[in-house]
């Protein structure tokens, strides 16, 4: 069986006709790919025709039509002229590179027809875990070739939140289980936004990812997902408390109880204790200590008869809301100096958020009113803060206009702490907050493949090889999706 049965047949644009045509001319055959079909299908056999994208070529009109029943996709030119070229595209890391043959279904306008398309191919192919993107394209003899942006059906992405993890999976690379160039701790946050989705959407396409990054790094770096670096292994233990959340498989838990404990060493006496950021360094900062709080109550909440763990958790709280840490504003500042103070650096977007979840953890482990009341008054200053909110949209200080640092994975783990905090809440008081950001971000913040960039209220910028700014769109998301 080729890559291109039967024939292509001329189109108007929206029309499907029904009578045969001479063979178009096409290109050798490539390997074909079979989800519910294979490559190749008639679109007269379409369950459906959605126009996502579309571009100029040469006063040509490229368009990309999606068969969402079927996950499929096929390209049309219209106001054509003899001799004109269209195809399809297809990638598998959205839109990075596309397969290595191209121009899957290419053919030739014949005489007399003044629109033409190909047949339909398939976006994803499911059989290897591609998670795929269609774009349409087309080349008149005398002028440019053009595409469309990329597209594809809403298999496993018909609501913005799925759709965004599914862009999200776009970025997973199979190869190391981890995602686009692997970044350790920013992958770790990816993972966990995914493992969200799934149980938020009740889609579960994609817990593949969960098993296969742990089989592939447990035993990376210091084992056990840990490495010098404590705020790491505090992002990764979260990540397994989620999986094992998620799947009930034990390996997952043992694993965040293995990081706690590595944390636990690097807890030192100096002003008057706290997780150091580095076990090399001296340095004490917010984000570290945070995670530490939050995971050491999370296990606590999932291990029968502990009191180790729950002991950690309360010492971490009482040594956090003393260090100063928390200023006048009601803002968490980075870290503290070594005289043991405030050392007054940026008020970064995460160290807002983790310390909510935490705080919930500690309250459903301990019952403490006092422990919400806390997190409320911290999350009614950062969603309140004009510094953290221009115009009423979340953005990072010193925003990038990439998605390629740190940084840029930032304001997802303040969504997704402020949207746990607001679940905890009876009155859910910070849902419009949330449903504000997620709108802003999906109106002016995205592309045609629901990739995101870092400004959630514009302008959209392409994320490139950065995973930071999908992944914290997708925790946004999660969180509006909860309400």
């Known amino acids: 069986m080729t890559g291109y049965r039967g024939r292509a047949f001329g189109a108007l644009i929206g029309v499907l006709l029904c009578v045969p045509l001479a063979p178009a001319a096409i290109a050798a055959p490539r390997a074909e790919i079979c989800n519910r079909h294979c490559d190749g299908r008639d679109p007269q056999l379409a369950t459906g025709d959605r126009i996502p994208v579309s571009a100029d070529a040469s006063g040509r009109t490229v368009e990309l039509h999606v068969d969402d029943g079927d996950a499929m996709g096929w390209a049309s030119i219209s106001g054509a002229a003899e001799g004109d ?264 977007t995460y160290n807002q958020g983790v310390l909510l979840g935490g705080l919930v953890e500690l309250h459903r482990a301990t019952g403490e009113q006092a422990l919400l009341d806390r997190a409320r008054s911290l999350a009614d200053a950062s969603t309140g803060s004009e510094y953290l909110n221009p115009g009423g949209v979340l953005r990072e200080p010193v925003e990038a206009d990439d998605c390629f640092g740190d940084g840029a994975s930032f304001k997802g783990p303040y969504a997704r702490g402020l949207g746990v905090l607001n679940a905890a809440l009876d009155d859910r008081p910070y849902t419009d907050y949330l449903a504000r950001q997620a709108s802003a971000a999906h109106a002016n913040d995205r592309d045609s493949l629901d990739a995101y960039g870092p400004h959630w209220n514009g302008p959209f910028v392409a994320p490139g090889d950065g995973h930071g700014c999908q992944h914290s769109a997708l925790d946004l998301l999660n969180a509006a999706a909860q309400g």
């Open 85 to 348: 070229q269209v195809w399809l595209d297809r990638s598998f890391d959205g839109g990075k590179t596309w397969d290595s043959g191209g121009r899957l279904g290419e053919t030739t306008v014949p005489a007399g027809q003044t629109g033409w398309r190909t047949l339909m191919f398939n976006a994803d192919d499911w059989n290897a875990r591609g998670v795929g993107a269609l774009r349409a394209c087309a080349s008149p003899p005398d002028g440019a070739a053009a595409c469309t942006g990329w597209a594809r059906p809403d298999w496993n992405a018909g609501s913005r939140d799925t759709a965004a993890a599914t862009a999200l999976m776009m970025r997973y690379r199979q190869d190391i289980g981890l995602f686009d160039t692997g970044n350790w701790w920013t992958s770790a946050n990816a993972l966990t936004a995914l493992i969200d989705n799934i149980r938020i959407s009740g889609l579960r396409g994609y817990e593949y990812a969960v098993a296969h990054t742990y089989d592939l790094n447990v035993d990376a770096q210091g084992g056990n997902f840990t490495n010098e670096y404590l705020d790491d292994t505090g992002w990764w233990g979260l990540a397994w408390i989620a999986a094992y959340d998620l799947t009930g498989d034990g390996r997952y838990l043992e694993t965040a109880r293995a990081d706690a404990d590595h944390m636990a060493a690097h807890w030192t006496p100096e002003c008057g204790g706290g997780v150091l950021w580095n076990q090399h360094k001296t340095y004490k900062n917010a984000i570290t200590n945070e995670l530490y709080l939050h995971l050491n109550a999370a296990l606590h909440n999932r291990i029968p008869g502990d009191a180790t763990y729950l002991q950690r958790a309360r010492d971490e709280w009482a040594w956090f809301e003393a260090s100063g840490m928390i200023n006048d504003d009601g803002l968490v500042n980075d870290g503290i100096t070594e005289g043991c103070a405030n050392n007054g650096d940026t008020t970064w």
